[in-house]
């Protein structure tokens, strides 16, 4: 087996992001700590957690989740979270139908303000948490809204049952690999004003320093 040292080592950014109380934070906890409660402050700003994955023989990947608070979609600090996020995690509530509303909008909210370096969307995978509750979930309308707002999937998930919840941000991760892998990771943000591609800090290096080595 390849050792620690000699395994390729990556750092990506992914955003947990969605309506206030759809159990993002909870989703992190499960994730990186294997632990839930029941009740939590509603988180202010921005919340972070870091991962070790071992992809593979080969592969190591150091996980950062952002933890944006479900307030903060039109603040002015979330283009600075935004940045350089290499994917991301939406979280709707199965209980609350207005939170899938919510949950297309922070993807297009997303879209607008992060892109790769080929002006394609970061991966993004719809979450439907709280599926340990008895409630219905129209299979034909998760497909539509996966369809029309460019998820790469939708899983649903517990943070409390403790189910859906690798798989939801492994699914990310292995697209953000692929991405990473066809260097489209030299880039963030739409280029329009006030927004930077991934990538556009170190082209205009480039052009500061010049072209030579």
């Not at 992001?17 to 402050?41: E, L, M, Q």
């Not at 297309?104 to 439907?128: E, F, H, M, T, Y």
Request: net charge neutral; hydrophobic share 35%.
């Amino acid at each position: 087996m390849t050792s620690t040292q000699e395994k390729k080592q990556y750092s990506f950014k992914i955003l947990v992001i969605g309506d206030p109380a759809t159990g993002k934070t909870s989703i992190i906890r499960r994730f990186v700590h294997n632990v839930f409660t029941a009740n939590y402050k509603a988180t202010i700003g921005v919340d972070f957690a870091l991962k070790r994955i071992d992809v593979d023989d080969e592969v190591q990947v150091y996980l950062q989740l952002w933890d944006i608070s479900g307030q903060d979609r039109y603040g002015v600090m979330n283009r600075v979270y935004y940045k350089d996020a290499h994917g991301a995690v939406v979280v709707m509530d199965v209980s609350r139908e207005r939170t899938k509303e919510g949950a297309c909008r922070w993807k297009n909210d997303l879209d607008q303000k992060v892109l790769l370096a080929d002006g394609s969307q970061v991966p993004a995978v719809l979450v439907i948490n709280k599926c340990d509750l008895d409630v219905n979930i129209d299979e034909k309308n998760l497909k539509e809204l996966e369809e029309e707002n460019r998820f790469i999937g939708v899983v649903r998930t517990s943070a409390k049952e403790n189910y859906g919840i690798d798989e939801a941000i492994l699914t990310v991760l292995r697209r953000v690999l692929e991405n990473e892998k066809k260097g489209r990771y030299e880039a963030s943000f739409p280029n329009s004003e006030g927004n930077v591609r991934i990538g556009d800090d170190k082209r205009q290096q480039k052009k500061k320093y010049g072209g030579c080595c």
